[in-house]
């Protein structure tokens, strides 16, 4: 399997729940991302990972704990969510870090509804 | 405060005319200007880049085009196909830090 493969796909859970949405790439990137996609909103970005050690954390709610334990695969894990974190998650890679010009490689994202 | 702006959030053109797809920004530090396209039930797909050294940026049926005097980003897709209809989004970022900005995006719809 090539490029960035998120799963699951989809996931309903309650605010009480703890679930982990996982992200695996097999591009030989050394750079992950997550971000979050709300309804008619831009995307922003959350966590970015260079060579597994987190550089970024853009004021995320620690309702929100990412882990990163290899270069290829990259985790969020969610506990006690609120129903207006429901919102599609993408996971991102790229070569490195501060590529600019080049793009990221979208996985095709979690859909998660918070009930 | 939203720095990225895709002020249309739809548009329809018949099959092999041109589509022209705009951003506009608010911040002058931007250095690095992006297109991503996206279909349902798929993540965004790199689609071309520019600097802002450069003002336009060809590649095949894809144009991008950048004004920064204006603050503007384009997109121009000629001629257009129906397999060209998707989002579109522009994503702007700094020469600094790891910060993408991203536009809402803007739902394509070519006609046959």
């Known amino acids: 399997e090539t490029g960035v493969t998120q799963t699951p796909r989809h996931l309903v859970m309650g605010m009480t729940n703890k679930k982990s949405l996982k992200c695996e790439q097999h591009?030989?990137?050394?750079?992950m991302y997550w971000y979050k996609q709300s309804a008619k909103k831009p995307l922003e970005l959350m966590f970015v990972?260079?060579?597994?050690?987190?550089?970024e954390n853009n004021s995320v709610p620690s309702r929100f704990s990412p882990e990163c334990p290899n270069s290829s695969h990259l985790f969020l894990h969610l506990h006690t969510l609120q129903p207006e974190d429901s919102a599609l998650y993408l996971c991102?890679?790229?070569?490195?870090?501060?590529?600019?010009?080049?793009?990221?490689?979208f996985g095709s994202g979690t859909r998660l509804t918070v009930v | 405060d939203q720095q990225v702006k895709q002020n249309s959030p739809s548009l329809s053109v018949q099959e092999g005319r041109i589509s022209i797809l705009n951003c506009d920004y608010t911040?002058?530090?931007?250095?690095?200007f992006l297109w991503y396209k996206k279909y349902p039930a798929e993540g965004p797909t790199f689609l071309i880049s520019?600097?802002?050294?450069?003002d336009k940026n060809e590649d095949g049926r894809f144009t991008v085009f950048l004004n920064k005097s204006a603050k503007h980003l384009s997109l121009h897709i000629v001629p257009s196909q129906p397999g060209d209809s998707a989002v579109y989004f522009c994503?702007?970022?700094?020469?600094?830090?790891?910060?993408?900005?991203f536009g809402t995006g803007t739902s394509l719809t070519v006609i046959p």
């Open positions: 991102a890679s790229s070569q490195e870090v501060r590529v600019k010009l080049g793009g990221y490689t």
């Open positions: 911040n002058s530090m931007f250095d690095y």
């Open positions: 990972y260079s060579l597994e050690e987190r550089v």
């Open positions: 591009l030989g990137h050394n750079a």
């Open positions: 994503a702007f970022s700094p020469n600094t830090g790891n910060q993408f900005y």
């Open positions: 520019i600097s802002s050294i450069k």
